[in-house]
């Protein structure tokens, strides 16, 4: 008790250095904050139509609220709570534990309303369903310190899908803000090592990955259990602007991943597949593709690069939750030999080289049939036109050189 007057605050901001929509949320206690939340979230819901299962695509948008009346900073023998609603009676709700010296989330829950035709079209059932995770989430930090997970990190949930991302987050806070020191999650950790604020460790400082031509053909499949999940090929190149240590100013910088550098990890879920790639420690790339199982389409969704290079003033955190690239079928994979760019947010785009991805149905460790990019296809028709027009050259040649022959033959005759 004692807790009936909460003000509850939301702020909608862009996370600074471009990248994916995030909310923040908040829960207080009169005056003291106590449960503060900034974060993309988005949602992969399965459910029934009358001709079968469908997926559908939600993300909280910047109109998410605070109800004040479900959440609560918690007490000696209830958990803190944060629930935000959005939408026509969807709500996500976090819930806190603590013992003293650290705090987790011990649960999440996703309630969604099947009765909103926009969000889940044909749905055979006007339901407000509500699933609740069953296991340990992983997400918990010190007391005292803001939990950070920049990476997306998705969560499943009996039928959905929840991914986090661009997320710091503190419960029982001890000030009105987020603490200042963070409780870095796994994912990003492999780039918080090298942040240029730390001492010069010991071992020698790793180089920035150095620009060159084409970059070279990395093989990144995800293997599950010794059977092959999602298989990728491809040459990446990332296109990114930062603020530069050494030249005080903005800069540009075209860079290569090196894929003997370069390891893969990830994941494969129904309807999302997760690949990060991991270079020199510094440069985090993660991908997520979803597959939409009505129409059997997989596209990639999502992007997200971290990167700490040693000349970055700041580390560069950019995502982007609503890309629509690389789009093919299920039972398929996507190729494209030529050059493509996918711009992901002002200041990052990553261009691909040679490259072949299969995030669902994978049955024999090998690539099934390749549905081709447009590039490639209009590339593949210029020897078509090539040919075609040295084939009617040559035609007339013959044609020319049989009329001339058939003249001459004309003008012995009249002698
Ligand atoms: C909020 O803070 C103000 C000024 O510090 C104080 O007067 C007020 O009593 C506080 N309200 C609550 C509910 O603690
Ligand atoms: C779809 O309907 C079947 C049969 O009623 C049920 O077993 C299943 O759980 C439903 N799936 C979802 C995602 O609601
Ligand atoms: C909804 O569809 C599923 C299969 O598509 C079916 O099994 C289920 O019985 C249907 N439910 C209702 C309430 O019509
Ligand atoms: C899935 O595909 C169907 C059919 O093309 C489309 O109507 C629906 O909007 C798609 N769902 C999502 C979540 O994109
Ligand atoms: C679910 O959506 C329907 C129609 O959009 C709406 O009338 C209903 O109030 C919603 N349910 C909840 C719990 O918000
Ligand atoms: C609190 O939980 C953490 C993680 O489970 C554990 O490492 C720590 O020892 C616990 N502390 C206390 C005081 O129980
Ligand atoms: C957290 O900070 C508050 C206020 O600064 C302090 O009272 C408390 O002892 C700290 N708790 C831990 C576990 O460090
Ligand atoms: C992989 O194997 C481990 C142990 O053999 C098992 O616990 C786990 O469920 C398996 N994972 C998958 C995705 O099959
Ligand atoms: C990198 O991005 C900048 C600005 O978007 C663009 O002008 C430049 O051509 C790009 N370079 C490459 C190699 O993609
Ligand atoms: C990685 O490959 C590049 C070029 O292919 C080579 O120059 C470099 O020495 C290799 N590095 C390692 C650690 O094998
Ligand atoms: C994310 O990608 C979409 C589609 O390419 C684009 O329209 C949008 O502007 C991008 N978001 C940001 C923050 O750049």
Redo the contacts with the bound molecule.
Sequence with gaps: MGYSNYSVALVACLVLLGGAQAVTLEVSDGNSTCIKAELSASFSITYNTSSGMSTAQLALPNSTTVDAGSSSCGTDVAAAELVAVFG??HALGLSFSTNGSTYALAKLSLQY?L???SAFPQANS?D?VTVISTSDLGIWARVNTTYRCVTPDPIQVGATNVTLSDMRLEAYMPGGDLSPTESVCTADQAVTTVLPTSVAPTTSPTPAPTPTGTPERGNYSININGTMCLLAQMGLQLNVSYSSKSQKKMVQEVVNLHPNQTSASGHCETSSATLVLTQDQNTNLTFVFTLNSTSNKYHLSWLSLVAAWPDMTDPVLVSNDSLDYLRSTLGRSYMCNSEQTLFVAEGFALNTFRLQVQPFGVTTNQFATAEECQMDQDQMLIPIVVGAALAGLVLIVLIAYLIGRKRSHAGYQTI
């Design positions: 026509l009676g309303n009765s909103d035709a006007s407000v």
